[in-house]
């Protein structure tokens, strides 16, 4: 999976303002100025709106999403036991027919 490019909240925040200003008159134009897709613009643009500059602050985690490589031994434990209930009911189910 490529790694999604991240921008600096600086350049966010001049690529907010130069829309605000209205100087070059629209998304796209600033997005061009700025080498982004316009859609970017508009989600910085909303977020500065609604959140003021911490909006533009990078809020996704590294390890967002994803489970942990190694389990603890207890979280181990739990799933495992978890799989022999499940079976268990499984079992006496099948036998019940």
Known sequence: M?????YSVELKLQAVELYISGELGGYRPVAEQFNVH??????WVKAYKEEGIDGLKEKRSALAGRKPQNPSDQE??????????????LL?????R
Do not use: H, P, S
């Open 2 to 6: 490529a790694k999604k490019q991240t």
């Open 38 to 43: 316009a859609t970017q613009v508009m989600r």
């Open 76 to 89: 181990k434990i739990r799933r495992l036991d978890a799989e022999v209930e499940y079976l268990k009911k």
């Open 92 to 96: 006496e189910a099948r036998k019940g």
